[in-house]
């Protein structure tokens, strides 16, 4: 189990613990914690509703082409986007720090 903080639209807090041994991403953790994530197309990297910006100064994998191309189509981005779909969760996220983006006005 890694700790995770993810910091939502109302600028609250969550800490949460997330499985490394399940193969989830960071979308499948906060909609398993009820957070307002609503990840519409099931993490395959085609909607933007799990747009999340990284605080932390984590190294994460470099963006798919897929993702890229999602990120250029979303709102509000900033050169710390992400989709939270495609953070898969291992032992190197431990204390990962990320904002929920703003949702589509």
């Known amino acids: 189990m890694i ?3 993810v910091i939502d639209r109302e600028n609250e807090e969550h800490h949460l613990e997330a499985p490394c041994d399940m193969n989830m991403n960071l ?3 906060c909609k398993a914690y009820e ?3 609503q990840g519409t197309c099931g993490g395959m990297a085609l909607c933007s509703t799990c747009h999340v910006y990284v605080l ?3 190294e994460l994998p470099a963006m798919s082409a897929d993702e890229e191309e999602m990120l250029d ?3 509000f981005v900033q050169t710390n986007s992400r989709l939270g779909c495609q ?3 291992s032992d190197e996220l431990e ?3 990320v904002q929920l ?3 589509a006005q």
């Open 3 to 5: 700790q995770l903080t």
């Open 27 to 29: 979308m499948e953790i």
């Open 35 to 37: 957070l307002p994530v």
């Open 56 to 58: 932390s100064a984590h």
């Open 73 to 75: 189509q979303a709102f």
């Open 87 to 89: 953070i898969k969760v």
């Open 95 to 97: 204390g990962l720090r």
């Open 101 to 103: 983006a703003p949702g």
